[in-house]
């Protein structure tokens, strides 16, 4: 996108919809004068510290267990230069923009306290590459998630160095190069910098908050594939029915229960002679609004985690000069965010469970549907295999649910022996989400196709519409064909369709 306005870094709180904003439309950012006054009070206050006589860890230390080692005055820059080389240890494929991009972001909310003790150089110089378009590339693996992401962050410190590569006009390209375009010198670290550049979290607070924009968008969307198929599926209308969820006292339960009112208004689904006559679905129709708003619960809890997180301070030591303190503390550990990331893990994965299992009752040959929803069950096999896919994808997700964070692997001379593993959480949530993808487009074809073969159902207008819609891009299934590329179709239909039902939907 252009960036063609302005946004104003202050010490207000972001939210979750600040920062998708700020993601898609990719403002030219800029400081606030008081966040500039706390930056300078703060990099001011660690200058005069640092020519103490005293221990002061990471500007006058070394790292680690080498807290101790005391490192010459005149050794200072140095040692703030070689801590960034020497921790740019991430291994693997490259972060994606998006998510470095909103490193930058959360790293520099860090920053605006001027608690960390850096001077405006290096933050200036982070709010030039986000105008500019200079994303640092960051490769995906190396963090434990404690004594802070060091190594993804370290690779996003190095093109302040003129170290390292950036994204830059699509291309990877060595950050010296695009720094000469701009007429960019090289940074020269001072005391305390390359540790506030490196300690922190906000690698898989990054990672978090990409994720749980895309999950924002999967609770809703999951309404509307549902609403496709309680009606493909005669299932009847009364476990959404606002008198019955009150009941049960779960706000969010009601929420689902008014999206499935609001969109299965004007169907005839639950008047069908195919109907339940006990009005007894399976689980995975009747128990919708009980999954999906615990789903949605996991999601609220996330966000505001993740909020909190994202507008705080990730750094150790931290310095105070009203107070004259300087304070050492565990704020470099991302277990709030590695429990986070592992609990939206086995809430997603729960997610694509129930569409699988609707998907599945939908070609089980029940509710007056034909067997694996063709007209030839025999001949041809139909959508049979379009739900083995889905299976394989639901169990993968099953195994990725194991949470990360429960493990740890002491590190440092077991000086940091206790840490989150969010970078592990962070990977294993995004695969869950892609799989999720699959799943739910599989749902939208399977609806869809038993939505055709149900002839006395009469859509609601809301359904319709999209229906009709996806039928212009995946024709009905006659015969057998080659049903990945319906799956291909599908999918890139549900990419574009869950962003509007997310903003049609609660």
Known sequence: MTMTSTHVITDKFYTLDEFRMLLETRPKLSLA????????????????????????????????????????????????????????????????????????????????????????????????????????VVPKKGTVGASGDLAPLAHLALPLLGLGKVHFKGKAVDSAEVLKIHGWRPIKLKPKEGLALTNGVQYINAMAIHSLLRIEEYVRAADFLAALSIQGFSASKTFYQSLYIKTSLHPERLTVAE???????????????????????????????????????????AKLI???????????????????????????????????????????????????????????????????????????????????????????????????????????????????????????????????????????????????????IKLSPRTRAAHEAFRKVVPFLNEDRIMSDDIDKAKEFFGKMRRVWRDELK
């Open 33 to 136: 004068p008081e966040v500039l006054a706390a930056i300078d009070a703060g990099a001011r206050f660690v200058e005069n510290k640092s020519k103490e006589d005293i221990h002061i860890y990471g500007v006058n230390t070394g790292y680690g267990s080498l807290c101790e080692t005391r490192v010459a005055p005149d050794q200072l820059d140095a040692l703030q230069y070689k801590h960034v080389m020497s921790h740019a240890c991430g291994v693997g494929e490259p972060a994606s923009e998006e998510v470095v991009r909103l490193m930058l972001l959360i790293k520099i909310l860090t920053f605006r306290t001027g608690v960390t003790g850096v001077s405006r150089e290096p933050v200036e110089r982070f709010i030039e590459f986000w105008n500019a378009g200079v994303i640092p």
């Open 306 to 456: 993740m909020e909190r997180e994202c507008n705080g301070v990730s750094d150790n030591p931290l310095f105070f000069p009203e107070q004259g303190e300087i304070l050492f503390g565990g704020h470099l550990h991302g277990e709030s965010t590695a429990f986070v990331l592992d609990f939206l893990a086995i809430a997603l994965s729960e997610l694509s469970n129930i569409s699988e299992r609707r998907s599945y009752q939908m070609l089980s040959g029940q509710r007056g549907l034909p067997s694996f929803l063709i007209q030839n069950p025999g001949l041809d096999s139909g959508l049979m295999v379009v739900q083995y896919s889905a299976a394989a994808l639901l169990n993968e997700n099953k195994v990725l649910s194991t949470p990360a964070s429960i493990d740890t692997i002491p590190t440092c001379q077991l000086q940091e022996d206790s840490v989150s593993m969010g970078g592990t959480a962070g990977y294993k949530l995004w695969q869950i989400a892609e799989n999720c993808e699959v799943i739910f487009a599989i749902e939208l074809l399977i609806a869809c196709q038993a939505i055709d073969m149900n002839k006395a």
């Open 259 to 301: 999206n499935l009112q609001f969109l299965l208004e004007g169907s005839n689904h639950y008047d069908l002679p195919t109907c339940n006559k006990s009005k007894q679905d399976p689980y995975s129709f009747r128990c919708i609004p009980q999954v999906h708003g615990a789903i949605r619960q996991t999601y609220g809890h």
